[in-house]
Structure formats: structure tokens, C-alpha cells
């Protein structure tokens, strides 16, 4: 595609559900990333892919949080029992796989109520 | 630790007015320097990276090195540069992640 597409755009949901991010890099994009952006805050990494390979996921605030990328374009971000603390813009990135300049997608704001 | 600060919140200029939008960062390493801008309701966008020394939109940023400093400037501010600037860092080894900054919001007036 022409950019970085994520859906749903807008997510609502009560506490202690499930809740599944998608994100669509653009096509042959080596490189994806996910950052969590908190209201008032600077985006903050959570996690790494190459390929289908996920290389860093260091930045995942606990093991509630879950990413995948099985065949190496489409990937998913779960996040299972939300919590309010989990309320933010959750933001994908990818790149061809050069350093620092990626494009991202316009985010998925989750808000648990 | 690896950080990215920028010390305004929020900067209000007149049109026309120099604009300069503060950032040091702390890194082991050398790291490389990139802002990112995001306009209302639009998504975030690179706005230069310190290593093409170009110069986009009127805005330039210099690395330095010896203040760990990477402000960007623009010699005379426009409404349409009204927007949230982040100031981010990563290393130069591919797939590095960017860490960035609070941002500060810049909001020329006439």
C-alpha cells in the first residue's frame, strides 16, 4: 500500500478484555515496530520485528502484551486483560530497513473503560 | 541511560518571528538525531535527520556534539508550521528503535 494502514482507528473497551491492533506496512518494508504513546507523552518503543522475526521486545510493559508477524508484512499487537493504564495511542512504524527513518501509520487509540 | 529531552512544553511565536525548538540528548554511542513533526489530526512524519543536512520546509538542525544538543530553527515562522515537534535518537545499526521526546508544541500567531 501507499503508507503504514492500522485499524481499528478507534477501540473502546471495558477492562479485562482482549483486545487485538493491526497493523499493514508498506509492501516490502523488512522493518516493523509498535510504540505505545501515552497522552501528553513522546511515543515509546515496545517491540521489534525483521522479517517475521522479533528481534526486541524489551519495551513490553508486561507478558499481558503480545505481538506477532508470522509471514513477515501483516502484524498484530494483543493485549489480553486491559487495563486503564494500557489507555493510550498505540503507533506502528516500518521501514526498508535502514536506520531512524521510518513512516507511520496514523495509530489505533485504545481507551478502557 | 539513552535519553531524548526537550525542555518546552510549548512555544508560542508570532508569524514571522525566529523559532528555535530546543533538544539534548544523552546516548553511548553516536547516535543518530531525527525530527519528527505531526500536524493536527495527521500522522507523525519525519522531518529531517541530522546525517542528509537538509533542509525542509525552512526548518535546519545541527548536531552538537560537544553540548549533545540537536535544536532545530527557523529563521522566520509560518502559521502552517503550527504543530507537535518530537526530537528522537536511535543508534546507527539498522532496526535500532527511536526513543524520543515529550515533544513541544509549536503555535505561530498573526
Known amino acids: 500500500g501507499a503508507g503504514v494502514s492500522q485499524s481499528p482507528r478507534y477501540k473502546v473497551a471495558k477492562r479485562g478484555q482482549d483486545v487485538a491492533l493491526r497493523c499493514d506496512p508498506i509492501s516490502g518494508h523488512v522493518s516493523l515496530f509498535w510504540y505505545q504513546q501515552a497522552l501528553g507523552q513522546g511515543p515509546e518503543f515496545l517491540t521489534y520485528f525483521q522479517n517475521e522475526a522479533q528481534l526486541d521486545k524489551s519495551g513490553l510493559p508486561s507478558d499481558r502484551f503480545f505481538a506477532e508477524r508470522p509471514e513477515g508484512s501483516v502484524s498484530t499487537l494483543k493485549i489480553q486483560r486491559t487495563q486503564q493504564e494500557d489507555s493510550a495511542v498505540y503507533l506502528c512504524?516500518?521501514?526498508?530497513?535502514?536506520?531512524?527513518?521510518?513512516?507511520f501509520g496514523s495509530g489505533t487509540r485504545l481507551t478502557v473503560v | 541511560a539513552q535519553r531524548v529531552t526537550q525542555p518546552e512544553k510549548l512555544l508560542s511565536v508570532f508569524k514571522g518571528a525566529p523559532v528555535e525548538l530546543k533538544c539534548n540528548y544523552s546516548y553511548s554511542g553516536s547516535p543518530e538525531l531525527f525530527w519528527y513533526v505531526q500536524y493536527s489530526r495527521q500522522r507523525l512524519q519525519l522531518l529531517l535527520r541530522h546525517i542528509s543536512r537538509e533542509s525542509i520546509k525552512g526548518f535546519t538542525a545541527d548536531l552538537n556534539k560537544g553540548e549533545t544538543s540537536f535544536h532545530l530553527k527557523k529563521p522566520f515562522a509560518q502559521e502552517e508550521d503550527s504543530a507537535m515537534y518530537y526530537c528522537a535518537l536511535s543508534g546507527l545499526k539498522a532496526g535500532t528503535a527511536l526513543i524520543f521526546g515529550k515533544g513541544t508544541t509549536l503555535s505561530v500567531s498573526s
Open positions: 512504524a516500518s521501514s526498508l530497513g535502514q536506520g531512524g527513518g521510518y513512516t
